[in-house]
């Protein structure tokens, strides 16, 4: 514990160890407490008795210019961990951050990085993101850009998000996200700019056949009506060509023309839309490529097979004239209101004859419609034809049930869904709801009906059970939909009761739909729809019921159920194939028109059901046959008037004009010189009548002369004559011939001048 250091020592006590040292027995000089140690008091005696260096410190030892060794303890220098008995400081670890005097690393905090030797944790940059201890900056993924700031823990969810649609983003670490290529559709997440279907379909795919996609472009754009592509990839307008002469294309977004029928032609030498028919007065019918006479017209030369297909030139047809008192039907024919006997059109009951649509209403009608008013229609469920199938609304329920698997064979549901596309794509833009609703019908041995719920048979065996809760709106209204019903609900039996319930049929209905919607009838008894053409509550005259006619042509075996989409406006009236009495009347309104209240659900025929749908007869616009009297009566009149222009024009020709010139005896101071005579003769051409067709060339002089008073006057042409053998004759013949002029034309109307002597 001693170290006696100097010769001639009397007292050891006056050398102790210092600190930081221990001094063995009889040692000259001190040594250092070994590394890592330090000696916490003096006269130690062993290098055991040293103590560790505490955390945080540094215990070392520095050689000196003398050859010795001095013990010395260090704070921990920044970006070093110390722990106890620390002798050299080791570098701060990755992931953690020491300040000076660290005994034990700190964990990096989230948000920032720390990487070796790190005395401060560094922030990391925009763009990136940073983990709790991380050693580096995380970079978003491809597909993702930075978000503005991390919300909540810090995680490629938190601070980043997936790149929108349209866009793309190929390098780690983007901050934004570019424009998907024109060409190709990006979804979210995207990262290439043009993804393909073989390779990343979920991150987008090569714009389709048909349509074009401009870059950034959300969705394909199809071609337009009348165009067509082919190819997939199309990148703008102008990659859509025209369809070529002798076809056309009536949707948008089509990868192919359609070629006229036989009989017609494309309405323009490229780009149609439709097709033109050769004959006057056809239209052609899209479905089957005929061209039929339009409605209420049929082909000249009364050929029947022409009425439907052909080029011969149809004219509006004749209906008969009607008395007085009568009115037309539904038909065209003349009817007393008294001797219409509604029974058959009433299924056996009573009605009545309206005559302003030339219709029966029946007696039962308000009591059927008083069975589910406007109240119960605005709570029952609807039905839409969507991507996912055949989508039931119940908003009292607030439920969904998609069927799009087990529907009947006769249903075809991806012929539906294309028409539904092609009719949003055309009103792309246009705020429209409710589009594609489906409504249901049935034709039996009964005559037509309406039903408001879906029939039990429509409904399939199976389907989707799985139960989804989201928020969806309809209408204008947010409701609480649930993806499919139940397997107990399923297959409950009051789906069937719903479906034959009397109260939910209604006989001959009137009902109101949205371009665009659907009707599936239901077939029984060998019973199916006709289209009623001739009716005259149809304002569609260039309707094409192909479909229909097709129908008819599978009789007697006819399917189930039978669909029709309306893809154009108007009145349409359809009967029973078995009853043309029995009928129902379907009204297709324009885009952005709405149907009236609860008017989407079929209601019994009636003033009010017609009326509030604003539907008309054209029973007042017809052609009908001539009134035979009425035209013997005109052509009597036409004759007349000709005749007396005639002789009025006859009688202008061949009547004279007469002129008075009054003048003073002969051989009087007061007699009118010839040259005065002249000057009236010139202005004859001023007299009304006198001028251009009606001129008159023949001038006659007629002299009259007064003797006197007491004398009767005389006349004569171009002499004087007397009435007395004594009278003094004043003769004037000198006057007459000064005034004679020139008669050169062939017009025999005469002009004459009468002088007169006073």
Not at 88 to 96: D, W
Not at 191 to 197: C, D, G, M, V
Not at 223 to 228: L, S, Y
Request: hydrophobic residues 30%; charged residues 20%; proline residues 9%.
């Amino acid at each position: 514990g001693y170290a006696c250091n100097r010769d001639g020592v009397v007292d050891y006590k006056l050398f102790p160890c210092p600190t930081g040292y221990f001094c063995g027995a009889g040692v000259l000089e001190p040594e250092a407490c070994p590394a890592g140690t330090y000696g916490a008091a003096p006269k130690l005696t062993r290098a055991d008795l040293c103590e560790a260096c505490p955390p945080g410190i540094v215990c070392t030892t520095r050689d000196e210019e003398d050859g010795a060794r001095r013990p010395q303890a260090l704070g921990c220098p920044a970006g070093y961990v110390c722990p106890k008995s620390t002798s050299t400081p080791t570098l701060c670890p990755a992931g953690t951050f020491c300040p000076r005097g660290t005994s034990t690393p700190r964990t990096c905090p989230a948000g920032y990085f720390c990487p070796e030797g790190a005395e401060t944790p560094v922030l990391c940059s925009k763009g990136t993101f940073c983990l709790e201890g991380a050693t580096e900056p995380s970079v978003c993924p491809a597909g993702y850009k930075a978000k503005d700031s991390c919300v909540g823990a810090y995680s490629v969810e938190a601070c980043c998000e997936p790149c929108p649609v349209a866009t793309y983003s190929d390098r780690p670490g983007a901050t934004h996200c570019s424009p998907c290529a024109a060409g190709y559709i990006c979804k979210g997440g995207a990262t290439t700019a043009k993804p393909s279907a073989e390779e990343t379909s979920s991150e987008g795919y090569v714009c389709p056949p048909g349509y074009y996609c401009l870059e950034g472009a959300s969705e394909p754009t199809p071609c337009p009506a009348g165009t067509f592509r082919d190819q997939p990839g199309g990148e703008a307008l102008d990659g859509c060509s025209p369809c070529p002469h002798g076809t056309f294309q009536r949707f948008p977004g089509m990868a192919s023309c359609t070629k006229c029928g036989e009989h017609a032609v494309s309405e323009k030498s490229v780009g149609s839309t439709t097709c033109t028919c050769l004959g006057i007065s056809r239209f052609y019918q899209i479905e089957d490529g005929t061209c039929p006479c339009y409605a209420r017209s049929s082909p000249q030369g009364g050929e029947p097979q022409e009425s439907q297909d052909g080029r011969s030139p149809c004219e509006a047809k004749l209906y008969p004239r009607c008395a007085s008192g009568s009115h037309r039907d539904d038909f065209g024919a003349c009817v007393f209101e008294a001797e219409v006997e509604c029974g058959e059109s009433c299924r056996g009951g009573s009605g009545s004859f309206l005559a302003a649509f030339g219709v029966c209403q029946c007696a039962d009608g308000p009591r059927i419609a008083a069975q589910c008013t406007s109240t119960c229609k605005e709570q029952l469920p609807q039905v839409f034809v969507s991507d996912a199938g055949f989508e039931e609304i119940d908003s009292v329920q607030g439920s969904k049930t998609v069927y799009s698997e087990g529907l009947p064979p006769d249903i075809d549901l991806a012929h539906l869904q294309f028409l539904c596309n092609k009719l949003k794509e055309g009103l792309r833009g246009l705020p429209l709801t409710s589009l594609c609703g489906v409504s249901f019908h049935q034709a039996s041995s009964a005559g037509l009906d309406g039903l408001l719920r879906m029939p039990e048979e429509f409904r399939p065996a199976h389907g989707s059970r799985n139960y989804e809760d989201s928020q969806d709106t309809f209408a204008g209204t947010q409701v609480q939909l649930r993806r499919s019903i139940s397997s107990a609900s399923f297959k409950r039996p009051r789906s069937r009761q719903r479906a034959t319930d009397p109260r939910h049929v209604v006989p001959r209905p009137v009902q109101c739909l949205q371009r665009g919607s659907t009707i599936i009838w239901e077939l029984k008894d060998g019973v199916y729809p006709v289209y009623h053409k001739e009716s005259l509550m149809n304002t569609h005259p260039a309707m094409d019921d192909g479909p229909f006619r097709e129908l008819a042509q599978t009789a007697p075996i006819l399917p189930q159920f039978f669909a029709y989409t309306f893809l154009v406006a108007g009145s349409f009236v359809f009967a029973a194939s078995d009853n043309p009495l029995e009928i129902a009347v379907v009204v297709v309104v324009p885009d952005g028109v709405r149907c009236p209240a609860a008017s989407t659900f079929a209601a019994p025929l009636s003033t009010q059901s017609l009326g509030i749908l604003g539907v008309t007869t054209a029973s007042q616009r017809v052609m009908t046959e001539p009134n035979w009297g009425v035209v013997f009566l005109g052509v009597f009149a036409v004759a007349a008037c000709c005749l007396l222009a005639f002789y009025a024009v006859w009688r202008c020709r061949h009547s004279a004009w007469e002129v008075r010139v009054w003048t003073a005896p002969l051989g009087s101071a007061n007699r009118i010189p010839n040259d005065d005579f002249k000057s009236v003769l010139a202005a004859l051409d001023g007299l009304p009548g006198a001028t251009g067709n009606l001129r008159c060339t023949d001038t006659r002089l007629v002299h009259h002369v007064v003797v006197k008073p007491a004398e009767p006057l005389l006349e004569t042409t171009g002499k004087t004559t007397s009435a007395s053998d004594d009278a003094p004759i004043i003769p004037l013949k000198d006057a007459a011939d000064a005034l004679v002029v020139d008669i050169e034309s062939t017009d025999t109307r005469l002009l004459q001048v009468r002088t007169y002597q006073s």
